[in-house]
């Protein structure tokens, strides 16, 4: 009946868009810890060096959040934060408003919603263990300065880089990367 | 003498070596020896990585540290990215026993698991705390003067201020000590604490908002009168420095601001030449510097 969906916020629905009150949660327990104690008060799109110059609104950001807007993941500006904290270090109910979006952004990743840049960094670190990795000219630089042309991380060591991708397969991060690589092909 | 287990992260050696370097030479006229880290991996990138998957971010930047705990080192390193993966993730799993459980099942998938047993430290903190002002005064043989430094911070040395031990993210004066300990000065600017634009993975993401930050950033280090930025994190100084070249390409402004990492700088005041320093290897060259302090 529509008036119980109504009481029920797990059906309640403004034109096309779901609300979903477990978003929340989720958004809690990857890591934005308190964000339901939002006030809206807009310190953080205040204090945003991003905000000055994109679309990207924090206090928007939290707001759809916390009502469970799940558009919010499709919003190509979430991925426009560069997380310098500047929001949660000055945010009264002490939220970790960066914190929130990096868990909006882990659960845009389970949805392949991800930007493929970062897919590519992934990549990189999956291959050699770096997200950026050695090159020709720098080996020059590092002779000159006295230093071996590899550093003796992962570049010298490779057998440590199996290791690296078992972590990616069993947190289901390898399985997105090559159905995102496929896809984009 | 005291040993860590020099973490390098990615951009120093592999695009600034001469930060890996001179934090070696330099470290090493206070008895702090940084020794090679066998088989250590990036952070890895926590805008970028933990973005994708907190625990993922959690379980191999705790790989890294399990692998110094096996020899019983301290942590050491020179990036401020780096710092935000091993710092938070060795914090958080010696505080919150349920996270640690989560991700030592993790890593129980390569016979490793989480212990506790190692600090991680960025060198400015050992520097610092551990050195002192004073004795990084002591160790100058050119001293800096009349030398206009524009510090850069870098946002992940200091926040979250709860989840780092450095207090307020505001007005912080420790860096800017230990660069007027070399006989330079520490100039004010316009919005000092900002971001220098590339974290989160923005920089791979959408370049010219990246590079928008760092462009006012330079703007504002200018109009105070800057002879060079200097920074303790090599992310942000790859954007400061080569986002120099890419800043003029797109929008038409120019610099030439040089940029060095602390450990150049410090390098410099303790007489070291600047091919050793692996100064020209920066996009932005460092002649005019060069000449107003040799």
Same mark, same amino acid.
């Given at each position: 009946m529509a008036s119980e969906g109504m009481r029920d916020p797990k059906h309640y629905q403004l034109g096309k868009t779901q609300f979903d009150p477990d978003l929340i949660k989720e958004v809690e327990a990857l890591g934005g810890k308190n964000a339901q104690m939002c006030?809206?008060?807009?310190?953080?799109?205040?204090?945003?060096?991003?905000?000055?110059?994109?679309? &990207?609104?924090?206090?928007?950001?939290?707001?759809?959040?916390?009502?469970?807007?799940?558009d919010v993941l499709d919003d190509p500006d979430l991925w426009l934060c560069t997380t310098c904290y500047t929001c949660s270090d000055r945010c009264p109910r002490r939220i970790m408003a960066t914190d929130a979006i990096i868990a909006l952004r882990n659960i845009a990743t389970r949805e392949k919603k991800v930007p493929m840049s970062m897919i590519k960094i992934m990549g990189a670190i999956s291959k050699t263990g770096h997200g950026v990795p050695n090159n020709e #000219? +720098?080996?020059? +630089?590092?002779?000159?300065?006295? &230093?071996? @042309?590899?550093?003796?991380?992962?570049?010298?060591? /490779?057998e440590y880089i199996k290791d690296i991708n078992k972590i990616l397969e069993v947190t289901g991060l390898l399985k997105i990367r090559e159905e995102m690589e496929a896809e984009s092909q | 003498m005291k040993e860590y287990n020099f973490f390098l992260g990615c951009i120093a050696p592999n695009r600034y070596p001469g930060i890996e370097a001179s934090a070696v030479k330099t470290s090493r006229?206070?008895?702090?020896? &940084?020794? $090679?880290? !066998?088989?250590?991996?990036?952070?890895? #990138?926590? =805008?970028?990585?933990?973005?994708m998957d907190v +625990?993922?971010?959690?379980?191999? =930047?705790?790989?890294?540290?399990c692998l110094s705990e096996k020899e019983g080192k301290d942590i050491a390193l020179i990036c401020n990215g780096c710092y935000k993966s091993l710092f938070e993730a060795n914090h958080r799993l010696k505080a919150d026993p349920a996270m640690r459980e989560k991700v030592n099942s993790i890593l129980a998938n390569i016979d490793y698991e989480f212990q506790g047993s190692v600090e991680v430290r960025h060198l400015i903190d050992i520097l610092y705390n551990d050195v002192g002002p004073e004795k990084v005064k002591e160790s100058v043989e050119v001293p800096l003067t009349g030398l206009n430094v524009a510090i850069h911070y870098g946002c992940h040395l200091l926040k979250p201020k709860f989840d780092r031990t450095f207090g307020s993210s505001e007005r912080p004066r420790f860096f800017d000590e230990l660069v007027e300990a070399l006989g330079a000065t520490s100039i004010d600017y316009k919005e000092k604490m900002m971001?220098?634009?590339?974290?989160?993975?923005?920089?791979?993401? !959408?370049?010219?908002?990246?590079? $928008?930050? #760092?462009?006012?950033? &330079?703007?504002?280090?200018?109009?105070a009168g800057a002879d060079v930025i200097v920074d303790v994190c090599p992310f942000c100084h790859l954007q400061l420095d080569r986002g120099q070249v890419e800043i003029k390409e797109k929008f038409g402004d120019v610099y030439n601001l040089p940029v060095l990492h602390y450990n150049q700088?410090?390098?410099?005041?303790?007489?070291? +030449? /600047?091919?050793?320093?692996?100064? $020209?290897?920066? @996009?932005i060259s460092v002649e005019p510097l060069l000449a107003k302090i040799l």
């Amino acid at each position: 009946m529509a008036s119980e969906g109504m009481r029920d916020p797990k059906h309640y629905q403004l034109g096309k868009t779901q609300f979903d009150p477990d978003l929340i949660k989720e958004v809690e327990a990857l890591g934005g810890k308190n964000a339901q104690m939002c006030y809206q008060c807009g310190t953080c799109t205040a204090s945003c060096p991003m905000g000055q110059r994109s679309g &990207l609104r924090v206090r928007t950001v939290m707001r759809k959040a916390n009502l469970g807007m799940r558009d919010v993941l499709d919003d190509p500006d979430l991925w426009l934060c560069t997380t310098c904290y500047t929001c949660s270090d000055r945010c009264p109910r002490r939220i970790m408003a960066t914190d929130a979006i990096i868990a909006l952004r882990n659960i845009a990743t389970r949805e392949k919603k991800v930007p493929m840049s970062m897919i590519k960094i992934m990549g990189a670190i999956s291959k050699t263990g770096h997200g950026v990795p050695n090159n020709e #000219a +720098n080996m020059k +630089n590092r002779v000159k300065v006295g &230093l071996p @042309e590899n550093p003796p991380t992962t570049h010298t060591y /490779p057998e440590y880089i199996k290791d690296i991708n078992k972590i990616l397969e069993v947190t289901g991060l390898l399985k997105i990367r090559e159905e995102m690589e496929a896809e984009s092909q | 003498m005291k040993e860590y287990n020099f973490f390098l992260g990615c951009i120093a050696p592999n695009r600034y070596p001469g930060i890996e370097a001179s934090a070696v030479k330099t470290s090493r006229k206070f008895d702090i020896e &940084l020794r $090679d880290f !066998k088989g250590a991996s990036c952070c890895p #990138a926590p =805008g970028a990585f933990g973005s994708m998957d907190v +625990n993922a971010w959690l379980a191999l =930047g705790a790989r890294n540290i399990c692998l110094s705990e096996k020899e019983g080192k301290d942590i050491a390193l020179i990036c401020n990215g780096c710092y935000k993966s091993l710092f938070e993730a060795n914090h958080r799993l010696k505080a919150d026993p349920a996270m640690r459980e989560k991700v030592n099942s993790i890593l129980a998938n390569i016979d490793y698991e989480f212990q506790g047993s190692v600090e991680v430290r960025h060198l400015i903190d050992i520097l610092y705390n551990d050195v002192g002002p004073e004795k990084v005064k002591e160790s100058v043989e050119v001293p800096l003067t009349g030398l206009n430094v524009a510090i850069h911070y870098g946002c992940h040395l200091l926040k979250p201020k709860f989840d780092r031990t450095f207090g307020s993210s505001e007005r912080p004066r420790f860096f800017d000590e230990l660069v007027e300990a070399l006989g330079a000065t520490s100039i004010d600017y316009k919005e000092k604490m900002m971001c220098c634009g590339a974290g989160g993975g923005v920089r791979s993401y !959408k370049m010219d908002l990246a590079l $928008d930050i #760092a462009n006012e950033k &330079l703007y504002n280090m200018t109009q105070a009168g800057a002879d060079v930025i200097v920074d303790v994190c090599p992310f942000c100084h790859l954007q400061l420095d080569r986002g120099q070249v890419e800043i003029k390409e797109k929008f038409g402004d120019v610099y030439n601001l040089p940029v060095l990492h602390y450990n150049q700088l410090l390098g410099m005041a303790q007489g070291m +030449n /600047p091919e050793e320093l692996g100064l $020209d290897a920066h @996009e932005i060259s460092v002649e005019p510097l060069l000449a107003k302090i040799l």
